[in-house]
């Protein structure tokens, strides 16, 4: 079982940043794929960004040249720095992670970002 905790949400003005991680815990890992998704009222939860366990990175279009996905193998933790946020990028982040044995979809518990004009 993989848990995953999510932090650093919070209320931003345009034009700034936030930094989210997520903390994965738990044993067995075998941690495949970790990827940040948002998911904002009344839409479906789309991908922001993933990055695998051999390093390929991939974003959505909407946030190319303003977020970066980082990991940190040796803490089993995901990163995502969101510059010159937009209102647009309001929305619950959440945290997914493809690990464990047999290999699973696991979930955080969501962070809300929350972007003010």
């Known amino acids: 079982q993989v848990q995953l905790v999510e932090s650093g949400g919070g209320l931003v003005q345009v034009g700034g940043s936030l930094r989210l991680s997520c903390a994965a815990s738990?044993?067995?890992?075998?941690?495949?794929?970790m990827a940040w998704y948002r998911q904002a009222p009344g839409k479906p939860r789309d991908l922001v960004a993933r990055i695998s366990s051999s390093g390929n990175i991939d974003y959505a279009d909407t946030v190319k040249g303003r977020f970066t996905i980082s990991r940190d193998n040796a803490k089993n933790t995901v990163y995502l720095q969101m510059n010159s946020l937009k209102p647009d990028d309001t929305a619950v982040y959440y945290c997914y992670a493809f690990a464990g044995w047999p290999l699973s979809n696991y979930w955080g518990q969501g962070t809300q970002v929350t972007v003010s004009s």
């Open positions: 738990g044993s067995g890992f075998n941690i495949r794929l």
